[in-house]
């Protein structure tokens, strides 16, 4: 039971254009919400998060959205830069409902052509 | 560099044999947690200490994983007799623990093991 959905594998974007990664998540318990760029053979990088309480949290051309009747939230990177050719991974947690842990989607690969 | 770091960056052993991974996590954070990643996937869960106290366990965590935190700072993370299904990518990440609901995790670069 995948509680972290991330129905798009890859999504691929003119350089300058804006780029959009959607997550679902099933568990209403989740309250805290987390994305995180990967590239191969290194460790998942924090880019940013967002609380249960508010819907929109930016940081620079980072910009994540939350819809909590919907279960879903979404990335926005504008403009979009070759250098943020990764991997996406959408990240949730349950802290107020006393479990610490992570729970991440599978992934969605971003190619930004120049 | 301050961040999370992990030895070895790569371990490649053969079945039957038992590994060992070390974690140092960002000074002067409370909380150090495990992931596992396979390929496709997500990073999965497998465990978490709050300084020394290990308070969640993934079922994921066979009696053949075992993890420490002796002091409440680096952990080491243990398999003993390594299968084939062990070849993962082993994460560590750190959080301050200071904050319930806002508590953010930093990932080290990670322990590609590869069992043959």
């Known amino acids: 039971d995948q509680q972290v959905k991330q129905n798009s594998p890859s999504l691929s974007v003119q350089e300058g254009r804006i780029s959009i990664l959607n997550c679902d998540y099933t568990?209403?318990?989740?309250?805290?919400f987390l994305w995180y760029k990967k590239y191969p053979a290194e460790g998942p990088t924090f880019l940013i998060s967002i609380s249960s309480i508010k819907d929109k949290n930016e940081d620079g051309r980072f910009t994540v959205f939350l819809n909590k009747s919907a279960k879903h939230l979404s990335l926005h990177i504008v403009p979009s830069q070759p250098g943020d050719s990764a991997v996406y991974f959408c990240a949730a947690s349950a802290a107020q409902g006393g479990s610490e842990k992570l729970v991440f989607g599978k992934g969605t690969k971003l190619t930004v052509n120049p | 560099d301050t961040g999370v770091s992990q030895n070895p960056r790569h371990k490649i052993t053969k079945r039957g044999q038992n590994v060992t991974f070390r974690c140092d996590p960002i000074?002067?954070?409370?909380?150090l947690y495990w992931y596992r990643q396979t390929l496709g996937q997500g990073p999965e869960f497998l465990t978490y200490?709050?300084?020394?106290?290990?308070?969640?366990k993934s079922r994921l965590l066979s009696d053949r994983f075992s993890a420490e935190r002796p002091k409440g700072s680096f952990s080491t993370l243990e398999i003993q007799r390594t299968e084939q299904g062990d070849s993962a990518m082993y994460l560590c990440a750190s959080s301050p623990g200071l904050a319930l609901s806002t508590d953010t995790q930093y990932f080290g670069p990670g322990t590609r093991l590869t069992v043959l």
């Open positions: 000074s002067e954070h409370n909380r």
């Open positions: 568990n209403s318990m989740f309250d805290y």
């Open positions: 200490f709050q300084n020394e106290a290990q308070l969640e």
